[in-house]
């Protein structure tokens, strides 16, 4: 049988063929088998690279027979090998960027789900977070509140302690007893020594008279019943106590209230005879002053009120009048205005060994008001003070306990406070351009550290501004309940109450002057916007 690769290749062209297809003149059509020589049927087919591999894996030739293939069929036989291997590699390089690609998805969804499960965490921290702050400022809100009802209700009682000591003062003067210091003490054992002195007399009295111990009984509860109500042991409030011109109440900023006698309540009333050094009880009010009041030794009061009172009366004129301690040529000295310090000072005479200041203002309405804490000889004016007439009063005692007449001197030649000019000026000068800023301090959230705020004063409204955070702490129209508290003595705090009721201390740095423009500044505008609205309304 002739073999088919030894036969000529022609170009012919049929009907049934491309003219670019390879064929053998004596090779059977496609659709016919042909026998080789070791009796395999093998189908042909028209095209020339199937033939040529086909031939090559079917077909068991010889060697030899290779060499005589064509050139241009050997070439497309490794060409088409060479692509078919390329094609197996560029295969597996797919498989391999697939599952590089799966191995990268894993990985991404693991990260993702990691990152989710992070910011939950995140989340739930920042809530718990939120939640404890909230929980500390609600505490610390509770907390203020509570320290405002409690200085509230504290200065109650002190005012309540106030009119009761003015009270028993004004009693036990009745009958003259006048203790030498102003405490619990003394007040006490002052009564009780008029309780004495009255039974005494109602005893003597009784016997005298011939009565029975009925009749001193009967007595001793008319005379009880003379008494003020709220004078009874047995009632615990001051329900009925008379209506007395109530103190300011005043913010004291860290500032104790100041006092001329130091550790007099801490002794024993029936010590006081023999108690070593003291002049020490008046130690903290008696020096330094001119002559105000002279280092003395302890009063023998109770002692020296023994009896029906005579033997207190050691001194009088040549006519035979008892002489009471006095204060000559009692004066002011220092100018009265804003940030300067007054100081009541005076010649003590006829035995005056102690002196009991109270600095008082009165108002343009008539009103008097007593100054809460101002019971030294030093006062600073304050900006309270601005046009109000300033007075101190004086009351001298000797060793004996017994007081003298009450001196008044007035402040500024008994004409109202004003400001200096130059602090005038500035005031004229903000009210005129119907603004005005300033540098203060303030303490925010019940902060101890106070931080640096602007205060912007207009016609109507007010701001308040921390400058580190820009935050707006107050903004508010000017109204009646907005009000300013100056504390008693030389300091640079005040306290801004708003419409809201909300307490806000702040302080100028230890600038007093500051402190008292900044406060009349602000209480002008508000003056002028509320005639400004009471005028809008009629």
Not at 158 to 177: G, H, K, P, Q, R
Not at 248 to 258: K, T, V, W
Not at 296 to 317: K, L, Q
Not at 491 to 505: D, E, H, I, K, W
């Amino acid at each position: 049988m002739r073999d088919p690769f030894n036969a000529p290749i022609h170009y012919i062209t049929s009907d049934r063929q491309s003219s670019t297809d390879l064929t053998r003149p004596d090779v059977t059509p496609s659709h016919t088998v042909f026998t080789n020589g070791n009796s395999d049927a093998v189908p042909w087919t028209t095209s020339v690279d199937s033939s040529v591999r086909h031939q090559f894996y079917k077909a068991a030739l010889p060697d030899d027979y290779g060499k005589e293939l064509d050139p241009e069929i050997k070439e497309l036989f490794f060409r088409t090998r060479s692509l078919e291997e390329e094609a197996l590699i560029l295969k597996k390089q797919v498989a391999d960027a697939g599952l590089r690609e799966l191995q990268l998805l894993s990985e991404k969804h693991i990260l993702e789900r990691k990152l989710t499960e992070l910011r939950i965490v995140l989340d739930e921290k920042q809530d718990d977070a939120i939640s404890s702050t909230l929980k500390e400022l609600n505490q610390k809100k509770s907390y203020i509140e509570e320290n405002l009802r409690l200085a509230n209700e504290l200065k109650i009682v002190e005012e309540d302690v106030y009119i009761f000591t003015s009270s028993m003062l004004s009693l036990l003067a009745e009958n003259e007893v006048r203790p030498p210091i102003i405490n619990a003490s003394a007040i006490s054992n002052g009564t009780k020594r008029v309780s004495q002195q009255m039974n005494s007399k109602l005893r003597s009295l009784t016997t005298s008279l011939g009565g029975t111990d009925a009749d001193l009984r009967n007595a001793a509860t008319t005379l009880r019943n003379q008494f003020p109500p709220y004078m009874d042991s047995r009632r615990n409030d001051f329900n009925q106590q008379p209506q007395y011109g109530l103190v300011n109440q005043q913010y004291e900023l860290g500032l104790e209230r100041p006092r001329y006698i130091d550790d007099y309540g801490m002794i024993d009333p029936k010590d006081l005879n023999t108690a070593p050094n003291s002049d020490r009880l008046y130690s903290s009010y008696i020096n330094d002053q001119p002559r105000d009041v002279a280092n003395a030794s302890n009063p023998n009061f109770y002692d020296d009120n023994s009896g029906d009172g005579a033997d207190r009366r050691s001194e009088y004129s040549g006519d035979g009048e008892e002489i009471f301690p006095s204060i000559e040529g009692f004066q002011i000295t220092g100018v009265a205005i804003p940030g300067n310090m007054l100081t009541a000072c005076g010649f003590p005479t006829n035995g005056t060994t102690l002196c009991i200041f109270q600095w008082v203002r009165y108002h343009e309405n008539g009103t008097r008001q007593s100054i809460e804490g101002a019971t030294v000889p030093e006062y600073y004016v304050t900006a309270d003070d601005v046009d109000t007439l300033l007075a101190v009063d004086c009351t001298p005692m000797d060793d004996n306990g017994r007081q003298g007449e009450l001196v008044r001197q007035f402040a500024n030649n008994q004409n109202k406070i004003t400001c200096d000019p130059e602090m005038q000026h500035k005031l004229d000068s903000y009210i005129s351009s119907g603004k005005a800023t300033f540098n203060i301090f303030s303490l925010v959230d019940s902060s101890d550290d106070w931080e640096l705020a602007l205060l912007t004063l207009k016609r109507s409204t007010y701001q308040i501004k921390i400058q580190s955070t820009d935050s707006v702490i107050i903004e508010e129209k000017y109204s009646s309940e907005l009000s300013m508290k100056v504390p008693y003595g030389y300091s640079a705090q005040f306290v801004l109450v708003s419409s809201g009721r909300t307490s806000v201390p702040f302080t100028t740095e230890e600038d007093v002057r500051s402190r008292d423009l900044i406060v009349l500044t602000m209480r002008t505008f508000q003056n002028k916007a509320l005639d400004g609205k009471r005028k809008g309304k009629a």
